[in-house]
């Protein structure tokens, strides 16, 4: 009987550290998967955190308004094109227009469709102001073109034919110019003292008897095959595919003071020059930006107003 009741007593024992020893075995398994747990949780928590920092929007732009800008085709829409997607990040959406002649630009400011246009320089502004009775105004400087007399049907100006004939542009201030740039290259003299406002009838001296054909400036271009010479404004030769520097038998250089009198500008009506989105637009222009655009692009056949 006192061997019964050891032998129950010892399987009591045996039975109860049995369950101790699983208990403890059953802990130390757990330990690690919760450690193991804790890891995947921290390395999966710093991907997430990059991740959203990755995904986080960008800043949202303001928008502040339409600039509408009436333009010749080179380089003048081109120039604003590079313009375009700064001044993008900056709020503002400019539509450009382009026009084929220099009096519908100006016509469409005067009456206020358009905010501004970019197509011509100062005296021909002023000439266009007096003549048409308009109220425009300059509000930026921008750049300049080399205005260039290119070849023709002959391509030696120092051995122009007699009764050559040469194309002008027929505008008050590009004629001059045109003709000024002639008599700079020996082909004809002009009356003293008549400038910026010559015309052919202003040719003192003209030995070689050449022929003055007054066009349209956009016209120009065309005759090239017909004429003996041609003088070209710089957008119109740039449309025509041809560079002052490189193509031009003769050019304003960069110091003349034609140069610096026929610098193209931006055009408002007057009374808009605060037009805040238009000054936005001469501020990016005359950035260090489409400064190196204007330079890369046109490599002299346009230049940055400084």
Same mark, same amino acid.
């Given at each position: ?145 080399? !205005? ?33 740039? !002639? ?124």
């Amino acid at each position: 009987m006192k061997k019964r009741i050891l032998a129950v007593v010892l399987a009591t024992v045996l039975a109860a550290g049995t369950l101790t020893a699983c208990g403890s075995a059953g802990e130390t398994a757990t330990a690690p998967e919760a450690s193991a747990e804790t890891e995947s949780t921290e390395e999966t928590a710093a991907p997430a955190e990059e991740t959203a920092e990755a995904e986080e929007p960008a800043a949202e732009v303001t928008e502040k308004g339409t600039i509408t800008v009436a333009a010749t085709e080179v380089p003048h829409s081109e120039i604003l094109e590079a313009a375009k997607p700064i001044l993008a990040e900056q709020g503002w959406d400019l539509q450009v227009t382009v026009f084929n002649d220099y009096v519908q630009p100006n016509e469409v400011v005067e009456s206020g469709e358009f905010d501004a246009n970019y197509f011509q320089h100062t005296p021909y502004l002023d000439s266009f102001n007096e003549e048409k009775g308009t109220h425009l105004v300059s509000v930026g400087d921008i750049h300049y073109e080399p !205005l260039g007399i290119y070849a023709g049907t002959e391509s030696d100006l120092a051995n122009i034919s007699d009764k050559a004939t040469i194309a002008v542009p027929n505008d008050t201030t590009n004629e001059a110019r045109a003709l000024l740039l !002639l008599q700079d290259n020996g082909i004809i003299t002009l009356k003293e003292g008549v400038g910026m406002e010559a015309t052919k009838n202003d040719i003192a001296q003209n030995p070689h008897n050449v022929e003055i054909v007054e066009l349209e400036a956009a016209q120009v271009a065309r005759v090239i095959g017909e004429t003996s010479f041609v003088v070209l404004n710089g957008n119109y030769a740039l449309q025509a595919g041809l560079n002052a520097q490189t193509d031009a038998l003769a050019y304003e250089t960069s110091d003349s003071e034609a140069a610096k009198t026929y610098v193209n500008v931006i055009v408002v009506k007057e009374g808009n020059e605060g037009n805040e989105g238009v000054k936005a637009l001469v501020d990016v222009l005359k950035s260090d930006k489409i400064k190196d655009f204007i330079n890369e692009k046109y490599q002299g056949s346009v230049v940055p107003f400084e």
